[in-house]
């Protein structure tokens, strides 16, 4: 009895001894003070494989408060987040809904691990900016940092952690309707424009007001045949190092925390699924610290493919390609346990892929305070204040191209006091933007009617529809239209396409200006009245049809929140246009894909010879209406005397070039002074043309300047198919002007 006695008393001591280890123990994970990679270890050894499973597992979220949150989908969604199964939602929003869905991971999960919130802040959260195109064509990399990081202020006081944003595919295509959330067509100019949006989402990541960004997507989705979402690619390795994969490279390298698979395959080989893109290039080559995640069930659709043979695979496929977290596709979730069960995933390979998404929630100090993004009365104040309007508005005006002016018909002078305003988008708020709107909304957007009605006053404005909200028109329409105009001392009509049109499944085999629009255009040029064209399209629109119809064209893109504002600023002459054309704007449809930066062919057709036999069309040009790099000011600007350091120089010397500019009008302006080169000869063949360089400057009326550019064996070199960085001896060619095609040039040697 005695022993026994002993007996219990001893375990009684051990036990308690136990539970007193067990209490005084220190939660690693939990400690403020250990290191990141101490707590991610630590909480890496707690978590089972479901947990694990969990963290790579991204959900689209909803409302989780008020009458929504007793839907049985958002009660089973609720409970996955509880079993620790979800590590990240995408469209949870605001503040309050955040912090719900926060509340429940880290108060009543077993490890309280917290949710990354992701959302598509596009261009803009609920200040809209102009769409990423129409900014890129301000060749204004400062401006673009502001925008992206006013998004992110204003995105993340309402919960949001993390954008999808930005997209840094290339594209030649304007009937890819994703053409709007780009860059444009040059990678050197994408690059640069990639890494100034990362830096302005994500700041250093260590305050509140800046979040994660994802670079998009990976790899070569601009190359869709034929415009068509969603539809195969098929490009050269040359071609992806050369051309698509640097403007994602340059975001890499800026810091970006996260990469999103694209939706594309690449030599056959769906993109979540290729270890040749996700591994070898992203992770080894690159040594990409952040983290993958799939586009909206891309892991899954290999199956449509036909690259996996079912849910499963399509798990195996992509973890082992080095893909990580599964947005939608639930096939990670569903059989990674299963998958490292079987050994054919090792428990290795898994914590390498949940320890950089811990990472970021780590340093995003989401485990020492889960809710510091979700706080509304933060977000009632960073909403749609008055200096986000005014740096939207600023964004909006140096994005305009202005394509035409013939006879100085823009800026409205004096002389100009009547205005008509004709076309229905003019006044329309719900055909102003395209999918991407964030959480903002058309309601307090400024319509082109408004905008000028705020600058000239109501009463010097004669409206008219013009055509319908389809963009067809009737004879009573075009009747009303041509009297406005008739009454007017200049016409400003806003054509083009609604912003409903641009965006993610809006590719448009015809992008070309609506067949009403060109038949009111054409009644209107009958009064003899300076007709300017307003164009609003989330795309470059072919304008063939109507560009001898009017004086002017101000190409305006997809605005944003500011719109009217900046239009009426660039009409009246308040502003001064500065924007280029970062795309070529095509002749015909027929001439798509049409680029300045495309190889010089067996045949290139000499300038002044139109005989046979050369690459040409026998009904259009070869070039584009408006070339790449172009757009007019209210002033003139002359370039002179280019001058090089040296007609040869060595792999490890330096090159300068010297431009002289000068603003030839009677306005003040800013020109965008642009440096491209060609390589004449190479061991793989070169563009025509390749920007390696440019200056957006100042230029007083009257000014000169001589602007200075220095150019290294790095500005010389293109990749070989294995990305290999290669420079070459031979002839070079060095061009300066204000676009592709509007040049001085000279030739120099590389030794
Ligand atoms: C699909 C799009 O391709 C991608 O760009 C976007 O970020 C995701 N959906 C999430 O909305």
Not at 63 to 91: E, H, I, W, Y
Not at 268 to 284: F, Q
Not at 596 to 609: A, G, L, S, V
Request: glycine fraction near 8%; charge should be neutral; aromatic fraction near 10%.
């Amino acid at each position: 009895m005695k022993k026994i006695t002993a007996i219990v008393c001893c375990i009684a001591i051990f036990t308690c001894s136990l539970a007193q280890t067990k209490s005084t123990e220190k939660i690693i994970y939990k400690d403020a003070k250990a290191t990141i990679d101490q707590r991610i270890g630590d909480l890496l050894k707690r978590m089972t494989i479901e947990e694990k499973a969990g963290q790579l597992n991204q959900l689209n979220g909803g409302l989780f408060t008020g009458p929504a949150a007793n839907d049985a989908g958002q009660k089973t969604k609720m409970q996955q987040v509880r079993d620790g199964k979800v590590g990240s939602f995408l469209n949870v929003l605001g503040a309050k809904e955040t912090k719900a869905v926060q509340k429940i991971a880290v108060e009543e999960s077993r490890l309280g691990i917290p949710i990354l919130f992701g959302f598509d802040v596009i261009h803009g959260y609920r200040t809209i900016f102009p769409i990423p195109l129409a900014e890129a064509c301000s060749w204004d990399l400062k401006q673009a940092e502001i925008n992206s990081s006013i998004a992110a202020k204003e995105a993340s006081s309402a919960g949001i952690n993390w954008t999808f944003a930005p997209m840094c595919d290339i594209t030649n295509d304007p009937r890819w309707g994703r053409i709007m959330e780009g860059i444009g067509e040059d990678p050197y100019y994408g690059s640069l424009l990639s890494a100034a949006r990362v830096k302005g989402l994500q700041g250093n990541l260590n305050d509140v007001e800046h979040i994660l960004a994802c670079v998009k997507h990976f790899a070569a989705y601009g190359a869709v045949e034929a415009g068509r979402e969603y539809n195969q690619v098929d490009v050269s390795r040359v071609q992806l190092w050369n051309k698509y994969l640097p403007p994602y490279k340059a975001a890499v390298d800026a810091g970006a925390a996260t990469v999103m698979n694209s939706f594309n395959v690449f030599e056959g080989v769906p993109a979540s699924g290729n270890k040749y893109l996700v591994t070898d290039i992203l992770l080894n080559k690159w040594k990409f610290k952040g983290f993958v995640v799939s586009d909206w069930a891309s892991f899954g659709e290999q199956i449509n493919h036909g690259y996996a043979a079912d849910r499963k695979d399509a798990a195996l496929k992509a973890i082992q390609a080095g893909s990580m977290m599964d947005m939608e596709s639930k096939v990670i979730i569903d059989y990674l346990p299963q998958l490292v069960k079987e050994g054919k995933i090792s428990v290795a390979q898994v914590d390498k892929a949940v320890a950089r998404i811990l990472y970021y929630k780590f340093k995003l100090g989401l485990f020492d305070d889960p809710y510091k993004f979700s706080n509304e009365e933060r977000e009632s104040k960073t909403l749609f204040t008055e200096a986000n309007r005014n740096e939207a508005k600023k964004a909006a005006r140096s994005s305009i191209v202005l394509l035409k002016n013939n006879n100085n018909v823009l800026p409205l002078t004096s002389s100009s006091k009547k205005v008509a305003l004709i076309g229905y988008y003019a006044k329309s708020k719900d055909d102003m933007f395209d999918f991407w709107i964030g959480n903002g909304t058309a309601d307090n957007a400024i319509t082109i009617y408004d905008g000028l009605k705020n600058k000239l006053g109501e009463s010097a404005i004669s409206y008219a529809q013009g055509y319908n909200a389809d963009a067809t028109t009737n004879e009573k329409l075009i009747n009303d239209a041509v009297q406005s105009a008739n009454n007017a001392d200049v016409v400003l009509v806003n054509i083009g396409i609604s912003g409903k049109m641009a965006g993610e499944d809006r590719a448009l085999a015809n992008p070309v200006i609506p067949e009403g629009q060109v038949q009111l255009l054409k009644a209107l040029q009958k009064t003899g009245k300076p007709i300017v064209a307003i164009v609003t399209a989330g795309r470059p629109l072919i304008l063939t049809q109507i560009n001898d119809l009017v004086s002017s064209i101000a190409y305006c893109w997809i605005l944003g929140t500011e719109t009217g504002n900046a239009i009426a600023d660039v009409v009246t002459g308040a502003y001064n246009p500065s924007a280029k054309t970062v795309v070529s704007f095509p002749y015909a449809v027929g001439q798509i894909p049409v680029y300045y930066n495309h190889f010089n062919t067996n045949r290139p057709t000499p300038t002044d010879d139109f005989g046979n036999w050369y690459s040409r069309y026998r009904d259009i040009p070869n070039d584009p209406l408006y070339p790449f790099g172009f757009g007019l000011s209210y002033t003139t600007y002359k370039y002179s005397d280019l001058r090089l350091s040296s007609n040869t120089i060595s792999k490890t010397d330096k090159l300068n070039v010297k431009i002289t500019v000068s603003n030839t009008g009677k306005v003040d302006g800013e020109e965008v002074v642009q440096l491209y080169i060609r390589d004449i000869t190479a061991s793989i063949v070169r563009p025509v043309k390749e920007l390696k360089a440019f200056q957006k400057i100042f230029l007083k009326a009257g000014e000169t300047k001589e602007l200075s550019f220095t150019l290294t064996g790095k500005d010389l070199s293109f990749y070989d198919a294995d990305g290999n960085i290669k420079l070459e001896a031979g002839a070079f060619r060095i061009f300066v002007g204000s676009n592709s095609r509007d040049v001085l040039e000279q030739n120099f040697t590389l030794k």
